[in-house]
Nanobody, 123 residues
Framework: QLQLVESGGGLVQPGGSLRLSCAASGFTLDYYAIGWFRQAPGKEREGVSC????????NYADSVKGRFTISRDNAKNTVYLQMNTLKPEDTAVYYCVKYSSGRCLGYFGMDYWGKGTLVTVSS
């Protein structure tokens, strides 16, 4: 059974860091782009970052550029999101998503979602 499981969320103070993991099971990540989305309370879900299957292409929302870094370890079947200099506005449930191709396609072409991990940035 294909699954994406996020981990690494929690409570952190402003300016702190967290690393989220997205572990895949039931399929091999190698051939697919993987993205991170987030949804804050009362807001629409938004794209945060994406990495292509070969890791040759990454993209980031303007709000996280320079602070977040996406990476993948295909040997571990896992994608990571390193989040630094966290701000209260980063508070959200973070979801990883699998695309149906090796390219990041924005808000299109996703076929599987994880259940999410909560990140809370607060003093």
């Amino acid at each position: 059974q294909l699954q994406l499981v996020e981990s690494g969320g929690g409570l952190v103070q402003p300016g702190g860091s967290l690393r989220l993991s997205c572990a895949a099971s039931g399929f091999t990540l190698d051939y697919y782009a993987i993205g991170w989305f987030r949804q804050a309370p009362g807001k629409e879900r938004e794209g945060v970052s994406c990495i292509s299957s070969s890791a040759s292409s990454t993209n980031y929302a303007d709000s996280v550029k320079g602070r977040f870094t996406i990476s993948r370890d295909n040997a571990k079947n896992t994608v990571y999101l390193q989040m630094n200099t966290l701000k209260p506005e980063d508070t959200a449930v973070y979801y990883c998503v699998k695309y149906s191709s090796g390219r990041c396609l924005g808000y299109f072409g996703m076929d599987y979602w994880g259940k999410g991990t909560l990140v809370t940035v607060s003093s």
